[in-house]
């Protein structure tokens, strides 16, 4: 149920302040985007198999509809999250500059922040023991998420991108889900 609420104050709050954002999709795909999307894909293609070789499912049979519902539901919720943090690390950092660089790095600290404090004191607690101690890629889990974390926050800080970053994240989900084997209605 802790999930479900997550998710529903997330929406909530993407829905309030991304509206435009996640409704209207920026076409315009210059060579600097078409770069960034591939990076993106790249990266979490390098986290999937750093992923898939750092975790183990204990045991635990392959729940579809979690896989499905938690793949678009915390693709969706957790990447609203993420940018309402980023864009208040922007504005707070806007309150003293307007360099860019200076904007884009408050929010990505922001959204670092967030991102830790949640899967921290969230997601560790709700999701079965899964990570194996002992795997060799695991020095590479973290170096993969701020990648990650850095290429999603360059999306939005270049494009808006929202819609571009939901499938990113749920493809990210989806490793997750797929590896650590849980279910969400039990």
């Known amino acids: 149920m802790k999930i479900f609420t997550y998710w529903f104050i ?3 709050i993407g829905l309030l302040f991304f509206r435009k954002e996640t409704f209207s999709f920026n076409t ?3 060579l600097r985007r078409k770069i960034l999307l591939g990076a993106s894909l790249l990266i979490v293609a390098c986290n999937a198999y ?19 519902v938690f793949t678009v539901g915390n693709g969706i919720a957790e990447t609203f999250m993420f940018y309402f943090f980023f864009v ?23 959204f670092m922040i967030y991102s830790g404090f949640i899967h921290g004191l969230f997601w560790l607690d709700l999701l079965p023991e899964h990570v194996n101690q002992a795997s060799p890629l695991k ?10 974390a850095t290429s999603w926050a360059l999306s939005f800080f270049w494009y808006r991108d929202l819609p571009s970053v939901f499938v990113l994240h749920g493809l990210v989900d989806l490793t997750m889900a797929m590896n650590v084997k849980f279910s969400l209605f039990m």
Do not use: C, H
Request: glycine fraction near 8%.
């Open 50 to 68: 750093v992923y898939s070789n750092s975790t183990f499912d204990g045991g635990r049979p392959l729940d579809i509809a979690s896989v499905l």
């Open 10 to 12: 997330a929406i909530v």
């Open 139 to 148: 020095p590479l889990f973290m170096p993969t998420q701020i990648l990650i």
């Open 88 to 110: 208040m690390g922007e504005k707070l950092a806007g309150m003293i500059t307007k360099n860019a660089w200076v904007l884009f790095f408050a929010g990505l600290l922001l």
């Open 28 to 30: 315009d795909f210059d």
